[in-house]
């Protein structure tokens, strides 16, 4: 399980990466008079795109910590 988690913090610096990647992207692509609004725009992107990877992660550590429980509870 190691190797999973390990993983899983991998791709989460990346989504993170993502946001802020979004953000200047969306500055620069409406550099002029509106370079906040497209930074805000950006922004929303990037927090669209990476919450589903946070949403999947956190689903992912929840039910590690359910079977967790189960296997210590588990009769021997």
Not at 8 to 27: C, D, E, K, S
Not at 36 to 50: D, Q, R, T
Request: charged share 10%.
């Amino acid at each position: 399980m190691g190797f999973k988690n390990l993983v899983i913090t991998v791709v989460n610096f990346f989504a993170w990466l993502g946001i802020i990647v979004a953000t200047v992207v969306g500055y620069f692509a409406m550099k002029g008079d509106y370079e906040y609004i497209g930074a805000l725009i950006g922004f929303a992107v990037g927090c669209l795109g990476s919450g589903i990877w946070f949403v999947l992660s956190a689903i992912h550590q929840n039910i590690q910590t359910i079977r967790d429980i189960a296997v210590k509870q588990r009769p021997q």
